[in-house]
């Protein structure tokens, strides 16, 4: 089992630019997240799924949008990209919502945005 | 506001004992977890607790006390390889998972 796959692993934009990020899993997982990390600060939520078809905002949702057609894919876009999105983004999965909730992550994308 | 403490970093000696406070105050509380990342990696899971006491799982243990909104991460005969960020979470009345910053754990020979 690959667990969760993210692509790109790296990527460099300009200021408003555009890009998708795209996070697979192949554990049969409910609930899929997607989170950013930027030095000096925890992992902040900003988009998740808590089945196919369905998203829900997090913590800093704000120029983000996602989608989950298949309950395995879960995908990140940025519209109009701003440098204030460089970071690090991790995709994570979990088979359940509840409160022992142990989330897999992917290997991150690394995002600039110039 | 929700809030979890740990501190930004530590330094400890191969073959030694270190632990890792994290303090929190979150809306309401359905577990915490210690995740371990490793420079430029995700992180991994380490360890669970619910209920107050400790959980052992080889060098690696967990401590909880909810009533002081506490824990603390008990790493043992340190290796070389330990050297990595230990990430605090918890899960809170909404079942989000709310993070720490992280620890940085340098492990000198």
């Known amino acids: 089992n690959a667990g969760v796959t993210q692509t790109p692993k790296f990527r460099v934009l300009k200021t408003g630019q555009s890009m998708t990020l795209l996070c697979a899993q192949d554990m049969n997982h409910e609930y899929m997240y997607w989170y950013r990390q930027d030095p000096g600060m925890g992992l902040r939520l900003i988009h998740y799924s808590v089945g196919e078809g369905t998203t829900a905002k997090g913590e800093v949702p704000d120029g983000y949008n996602v989608s989950r057609l298949k309950k395995q894919n879960f995908l990140l876009g940025l519209e109009s990209a701003a440098p204030s999105q460089t970071s690090v983004y991790f995709c994570?999965?979990?088979?359940?919502?509840?409160?022992?909730?142990?989330?897999?992550f992917g290997p991150g994308t690394r995002l600039t945005v110039l | 506001g929700q809030n979890i403490d740990q501190p930004t970093e530590m330094t400890a000696t191969e073959g030694a004992i270190v632990q890792i406070n994290c303090t929190y105050q979150t809306s309401g509380f359905n577990g915490l977890f210690w995740y371990q990342q490793h420079a430029g990696e995700a992180p991994t899971f380490l360890s669970y607790?619910?209920l107050d006491g400790l959980e052992e799982k080889g060098r690696f243990s967990s401590f909880l006390s909810r009533s002081k909104g506490y824990s603390y991460l008990l790493l043992k005969e340190l290796q070389m390889k330990d050297s990595a960020s230990y990430l605090c979470?918890?899960?809170?009345?909404?079942?989000?998972?709310?993070w720490g910053a992280g620890t940085k754990l340098i492990i000198k020979p």
């Open positions: 979470a918890v899960t809170d009345s909404n079942y989000q998972l709310i």
């Open positions: 607790n619910v």
């Open positions: 994570a999965s979990s088979l359940s919502g509840d409160s022992y909730n142990e989330q897999f």
